[in-house]
């Protein structure tokens, strides 16, 4: 991952020092913009200005952590979130006796 985000980061931006001890004081507005839509484009993650810190642009290692948060807290329900609740349709078909599905329904019948 970190192979290829240098790869694209540094075809469009040619004249950043990738491998700066501090990445974030060389970079723009435009390439802060331009890293975060590269970054989301590539890994189909949400980025945002909020993301866009000092922290996460420190160095290309701090980058690529970002993403790799990105893409774990994308992969997972959000916080807060509550899971579907099962619908009726979801719960034809179950069995309980105590919902008088099929099972104990014999004897009730007879």
């Known amino acids: 991952m970190k192979d290829r985000i240098i790869e694209l980061l540094s075809a469009a931006l040619p004249m950043v020092d990738l491998e700066s001890d501090f990445l974030f004081s060389e970079l723009d507005s435009l390439g802060v913009t331009t890293i975060l839509m590269v970054l ?31 893409m774990t807290l994308s992969a997972s329900p959000l916080k807060g979130e509550k899971e579907k ?9 179950l069995s309980s006796p105590l919902r008088g599905g099929r099972e104990g329904s014999e004897k009730r019948e007879s």
Do not use: H
């Open 85 to 93: 609740s099962p619908s009726k349709e979801d719960l034809e078909g």
């Open 40 to 70: 989301s484009e590539e890994y189909g993650i949400e980025l945002d200005a909020k993301d866009a810190t000092p922290k996460n642009l420190r160095t290309i290692d701090s980058i690529v952590n970002m993403v790799k948060e990105k």
